[in-house]
């Protein structure tokens, strides 16, 4: 699988970004695409995931109501699209792939390991300007 993120860039404070993710060479339908940041200095977290096997989304509590995960219709484009953006959404943000459907935690629990994401994209950087 291969996993490629564009779209970051340096943005003001409430301003807007939509981020991609072109993925490739999934041979089965179910699988989680998780949107993962990480920022200098801290560790990596969960921002937003998707599970292609029951079409579910989540959200971390501190991008909700900001950020929203899409797909394209053939779902080889994932997206992250970024409102209100503030200056601690400041990190390199890479999407990953998760093989499998969700264990019985569902993909709530799932976002929270990015340990159990096997392929990962190169990451694209998101500055937000006060």
């Known amino acids: 699988v291969q996993l490629v993120e564009s779209g970051g860039e340096l943005v003001q404070a409430g301003g807007s970004l939509r981020l991609s993710c072109a993925a490739s060479?999934?041979?089965?339908?179910?699988?989680?695409i998780g949107w993962f940041r990480q920022a200098p200095g801290k560790e990596r977290e969960a921002v937003s995931c998707?599970?292609?096997?029951?079409?579910?989304?989540y959200s971390a509590d501190s991008v909700k109501g900001r950020f929203a995960f899409s797909t394209d219709t053939a779902k080889t484009t994932m997206y992250l699209s970024m409102h209100s953006l503030k200056p601690e959404d400041t990190a390199v943000y890479y999407c990953?792939?998760?093989?499998?459907?969700?264990?019985?935690?569902?993909?709530?629990?799932?976002?929270?390991?990015?340990?159990?994401?096997?392929?990962w994209g190169q990451g694209t950087q998101v500055t937000v300007s006060s």
């Open positions: 060479g999934f041979t089965d339908d179910d699988y989680a």
């Open positions: 990953a792939a998760y093989f499998g459907r969700p264990a019985g935690g569902g993909l709530r629990i799932l976002c929270q390991f990015p340990d159990a994401f096997p392929s």
């Open positions: 998707f599970s292609n096997y029951d079409g579910t989304t």
